[in-house]
Nanobody, 122 residues
């Protein structure tokens, strides 16, 4: 299973970016998907997650500005980021709980994308 993230870049404060992440490979089912970020010198932290039935959870810093969504047919998750702030500069990682094999019960494993750099600066 591979997760490929894209959409990062340089944006001015107050600007917007949309991150995308697609899972590929041996996929029977995907449970929760989400985004985390890691700024230089800091620990990786939650940005937002979305369950298989589209229930969402946001970090306090993301609420009201970021929107997470998913397309189950494409095994993809998206993060629309608006009103970006300089403190949002970080490497953003996508994440998915994937069942790669047909077992009963299904066994889910955590997979991570390679990260995409987001830089918020004027």
């Amino acid at each position: 299973v591979q997760l490929q993230a894209s959409g990062g870049g340089l944006v001015q404060p107050g600007g917007s970016l949309r991150l995308s992440c697609a899972a590929s490979g041996s996929i029977i089912s995907i449970n929760t998907m989400g985004w985390y970020r890691q700024a230089p010198g800091k620990q990786r932290e939650l940005v937002a997650t979305i369950t298989g039935d589209s229930s969402t959870n946001y970090a306090h810093s993301s609420k009201g500005r970021f929107t997470i969504s998913r397309d189950n047919a494409k095994n993809a998750v998206y993060l629309q980021m608006n009103s970006l702030r300089p403190e949002g500069t970080a490497v953003y990682y996508c994440y998915a709980e994937v069942a790669p094999q047909t077992t009963w019960p299904l066994r889910f494993y955590d997979y991570w994308g390679q990260g995409t750099q987001v830089t918020v600066s004027s």
